[in-house]
């Protein structure tokens, strides 16, 4: 992309086809920004315009480690298309992602486009989605791959629930704060009273 091209896409501002982030998000923002445009029609994130378009660049580096985890979170990966332009001396990533013929998951979470904004997919958009176009085993296999990501993360969040909270740590925790307790009474009865 030229970056006069570049240019007379960010001057629309944002839409259902367009996203613009001054810095780059975290991961799992990037992840559901990929497949809401892949749900929709396809679409741009740039990372380095603040609204109102204004070119603030952004560490190149940083936006490419950001988008490969991201694409590891999101199912099946959308086809995109990465490059920089620089423009004003400050460099902008322009991911383009195109739109996908298969639902596509991140975090196990389905996404769309509505105007300039993302929004959850519910049941029944899911639901027609994998129904359209399908024969009913097509669209039974679609639903019952859909059922497992969403099974497969949520036993995911299950096991860091489970780990963030387990006995060890909580006692650890527990520990620290008695340790901190006794100092911190320590220290006032030596020196405040």
Known sequence: MRSDELRSLISQGESERLELKAAVPHPALIARYLASFANTSGGYVVFGVEE???????????AQRALDFALTKVDPKPNVAVETVEIEGHPIVVVSVQQSASLVSA????????GDAMLALTAEEIRAHAL??????????DLSSLAATQTQTIEQLREEFVSANSMPKKLGIAAI????????????????L
């Open 52 to 62: 109102p378009l204004k070119i603030v660049g952004v560490d190149v580096a940083r």
């Open 132 to 141: 359209a176009g399908s024969t009913i085993e097509k669209a039974l296999s």
């Open 107 to 114: 975090y196990g979470g389905y996404y769309r486009r509505v």
């Open 177 to 192: 704060g008695a340790v901190l307790g006794a100092l911190a009474k320590y220290v006032v009865d030596t020196f405040f």
